[in-house]
């Protein structure tokens, strides 16, 4: 959903998850960080595993109660959030689906609900569709104008996207509606907005996943500017309140290979993959075995063994494989594959990962169209401005490769341990400022 270097940001769904966003009653002022915790790490799901089975006792009693069989459903979709298992989904589903046999009609709770499954399941135009029935149902629900943002976000819609963050705003100003008013800043290329509203997010967030999606974003944000300190500065205090948590063990990997130490990113990349093999972290690791000298084969078959195990759902074929397919020379895969996602899903980024798709193939008049539209809002992308400027390299527009070249290397030095180097030798050859 909502990620971004992340090609979509991992949205906030649910209750715990551009044109100027202005009023809501939010008032931008001095920023507080919470506090370092000192306490024992506790479980981040303790409190909603508990309130899975009081609910889950309570409806055994009262299997009429519609709100309790909703509020059951959404609790399902958020513990598959934050422990990364789809198999809260079928839970999430039956309840969902109970609540709204219950009661049919004005039910935002589970429409709501089953939006927010639909778009952790890459599912965007059938998450659009529940969450306009949530809002038509309940005009004050700020979870369904969250999951009404995700939506159209990933559907390419942001003018749409950025009504209804805003209506969130108006309605909740809180870890999640900060959180996505922030990505379309930054998809949008407004840096210092996309900062400081996620601060804004860090500062009203309370939930431990909360706190950690704030901090993960905020060091994102930074290394995707080149800011290595800063990324480590909100990495640390991350690891510091969940030792051990995935996509911060894997970015802070990704500060550790540009700062030339490839063992230490090793090793949190393959504590990352142990606990999380998503594409996105074995390419990662694959990509550093490789600049540190040692074979990326194995890790290459386990990315595509994974996407053929049955329940491979759609995140399997989604842009992180698309690319994967891309910068491996498997240009018909990577071509088919995107096709199909910006089918589904015509968001900027899919753009550029379609457009690297097409380069892969050799079909580069093509790819310079999907190229300029994955940039269209003014992202500030490095890994986007070095595929068009090998796109136009291949067209033979050398002066706009340059350009290209050197806006990728002036926004991150870093973006890539893969690509960097490859963009600033091009560079040179292009007689520009290495």
Not at 106 to 128: D, I, K, M, P, S
Not at 129 to 151: M, N, P, Q
Not at 364 to 377: I, M
């Amino acid at each position: 959903m909502l990620v971004r270097k992340r090609w979509t940001r991992p949205a906030l769904v649910i209750t715990l998850a551009a044109a100027t966003l202005v009023g809501a009653g939010v008032a931008l002022g001095p920023l507080r960080k919470p506090p370092a915790e000192t306490a024992a790490p506790v479980s981040p799901t303790r409190d909603l595993d508990a309130y899975v089975t009081r609910t889950s006792v309570h409806l055994a009693d009262v299997p009429g109660d519609w709100q309790a069989w909703a509020q059951l459903g959404l609790a399902h979709v958020q513990l598959a959030r934050i422990t990364y298992d789809p198999g809260h989904y079928p839970a999430a589903e039956k309840a969902l689906r109970r609540s709204l046999t219950v009661r049919p009609q004005r039910n935002a709770a589970a429409l709501t609900g089953l939006g927010a499954l639909a778009a952790a399941r890459h599912n965007f135009r059938e998450a659009a569709g529940f969450a306009e029935r949530a809002v038509a149902a309940d005009h004050y629900s700020a979870d369904a104008y969250g999951v009404l943002t995700d939506a159209y976000v990933e559907l390419g819609r942001y003018p749409e996207a950025t009504r209804a963050v805003q209506r969130m705003l108006d309605l909740r100003p809180d870890t999640g509606s900060f959180g996505r008013a922030s990505y379309l800043f930054e998809l949008r290329g407004n840096l210092p907005k996309a900062n400081e509203l996620m601060r804004r997010a860090l500062d009203v967030a309370v939930d431990p996943a909360d706190i950690t999606f704030a901090l993960t974003h905020l060091a994102e944000l930074a290394f995707n500017a080149g800011d290595l300190g800063t990324a480590t500065g909100y990495l640390t205090e991350g690891l510091s309140r969940r030792p051990g948590e995935p996509a911060l063990l894997a970015d802070r990997a990704k500060v550790s290979a540009a700062r030339g130490d490839l063992d230490a990113a090793l090793t949190d990349l393959r504590a990352a993959t142990a606990t999380l093999p998503t594409v996105d972290h074995l390419v990662t690791l694959a990509d550093t075995l490789e600049a540190a000298g040692r074979s990326r084969t194995a890790t290459d078959d386990l990315v595509r063994v994974s996407t053929r195990l049955p329940g491979a759902g759609p995140s399997t074929t989604d842009i992180d494989l698309v690319l994967f397919h891309a910068d491996r020379g498997e240009g018909a895969a990577a071509v088919a594959q995107g096709r199909a996602l910006l089918a589904a899903r015509p968001s900027v980024t899919v753009e550029t990962a379609y457009a690297w798709a097409l380069h892969s193939a050799g079909r580069d008049r093509e790819a310079r169209k999907h190229a300029d539209r994955g940039l269209r809002l003014g992202t500030r992308d490095a890994r986007a401005h070095y595929y068009r400027a090998m796109i136009r390299l291949e067209l033979g527009d050398r002066a706009g490769a340059r350009t290209d070249l050197t806006q990728a290397l002036r926004i991150n030095p870093h973006f890539s341990l893969r690509y960097a180097p490859k963009a600033r030798a091009q560079l040179a050859d292009l007689d520009g400022p290495a």
